[in-house]
């Protein structure tokens, strides 16, 4: 009975592998990735500085993170664009398949034929977005996702991935009170001290002075980008992004792109009101993660990933690959037989393969613009959140 199985793993591992070489192959652009590839190589050959508009591949494409992860770039920086930017993605396709097969057998995940399709609807856009513009989006989801799973069991390999996640970005954090449930608790011990180790070691290779200035420089920097954020990051779709664009005439078109507002309310008040609203959904979750019976905890794990992806100040539509652990519960919460789920989850399920199809349908097209104005992938994350939700609060008994 077993060989069956296995035969079809099999395929789909050379499916995911052949996908995987071509993409990376014929599609890989390196938008993103030249920038961590020239920041760091131009920096360590003395002929541009790490920080500002001169560093990476110039303004608005500079180098944004931390200068511990110089060393992470650095082995790539020895190989030519092309060949470090294929090796890159081909990382990237490893991490989350990796992942995702993990958590599929973990959270004993099953689909329908008809779940499949729709799953690879809603992440179709993100797997060519991802690729297409190399950036580090998807190594750092599949950290966090391996955090997550080999929490209770791996608490040393669990507290490192998660402690990598945040030598790039501060934003992998959010997941920190996922990591305070009973069971997981020494793998955030360990991700502390894991982070103690990382964000030292530098010293050993720039010396303390430099090492200092840098840390410095990086942090003027992002505060410098901070203070006039929509002027890079004025297609975001997160909440935050989309209600300033929709509802305040703050965030001024440019490059083409179309002006989606259609109301003129202060700014400073449409950012507070963003602000209490993420901070009470951010609250909702964390709660009702802490408070869900086991069976349950892998849906709200899973939509820890799409609250994180439109609560985030700053969520570009290249980075939204963010969404995948998400996306692989929510075809299996659309593939389940009646009565396990609610209908109006697998309806929520729909709504965001709708949007996605919509996306989809814009995406070499004019109307691609209208539809990031109006922030057509935030109603897609809405809709999923809200499967997920819808799931994870429901149980058998009130289904029969």
């Not at 030519?80 to 990382?91: D, E, K, T």
């Not at 990237?92 to 992942?99: G, I």
């Not at 920097?221 to 901070?226: C, D, I, N, R, T």
């Amino acid at each position: 009975m077993q060989r069956p199985l296995k035969s079809k793993n099999i395929l789909i591992a050379a499916v995911v592998c052949g996908l995987a070489i071509v993409s990376s192959l014929l599609l890989t652009k390196n938008i993103d990735f030249v920038v961590y590839w020239r920041g760091v190589g131009e920096f360590l050959g003395g002929r541009q500085p790490l920080y500002g508009w001169l560093s990476g591949n110039g303004h608005p494409q500079e180098f944004r993170y931390p200068p511990l992860t110089v060393l992470f770039f650095l082995p790539l920086t020895r190989l030519p664009l092309r060949v470090a930017g294929v090796v890159w993605v081909l990382l990237a396709w490893l991490a989350c398949a990796s992942a995702s097969a993990l958590a599929i057998r973990k959270w004993n995940l099953k689909y329908s034929a008809k779940g499949v399709v729709l799953g690879c609807l809603l992440l179709a856009q993100f797997v060519v977005l991802f690729v297409k513009f190399g950036n580090v989006q998807p190594h750092l989801i599949a950290l966090i996702l391996l955090a997550l799973l080999w929490a209770e069991e791996r608490p040393l390999w669990s507290g490192l991935a998660l402690a990598v996640a945040t030598c790039f970005k501060v934003w992998p954090l959010f997941f920190v009170p996922w990591f305070l449930i009973r069971g997981r608790r020494l793998a955030l011990a360990w991700a502390a001290a894991a982070s103690v180790v990382l964000w030292t070691a530098p010293v050993l290779f720039f010396g303390w002075s430099r090492y200092d200035f840098l840390l410095h420089d990086f942090f003027n920097h992002v505060v410098a980008l901070a203070s006039d954020p929509e002027s890079v990051w004025y297609s975001s779709q997160s909440l935050r992004g989309v209600f300033l664009r929709l509802l305040t005439h703050a965030v001024p078109p440019r490059d083409g792109y179309p002006d989606a507002s259609f109301a003129g309310m202060s700014p400073a008040l449409v950012g507070g009101l963003c602000l209490a609203l993420s901070v009470a959904i951010y609250a909702y979750a964390v709660v009702s993660t802490w408070r869900a019976p086991q069976s349950r905890r892998y849906i709200w794990d899973a939509a820890g990933f799409a609250f994180f992806s439109f609560l985030q100040p700053f969520a570009m539509n290249s980075g939204l690959i963010s969404l995948l652990p998400a996306i692989l519960v929510g075809a299996h919460v659309y593939s389940a037989p009646p009565g396990e789920f609610s209908r109006a989850a697998k309806h929520a399920f729909l709504v965001a393969c709708g949007f996605a199809a919509l996306a989809s349908a814009t995406f070499w097209r004019p109307l691609q613009r209208w539809a990031l104005m109006l922030g057509v992938d935030f109603w897609l994350m809405l809709a999923l959140a809200a499967t997920l939700v819808i799931a994870a609060r429901g149980s058998r008994a009130d289904k029969a």
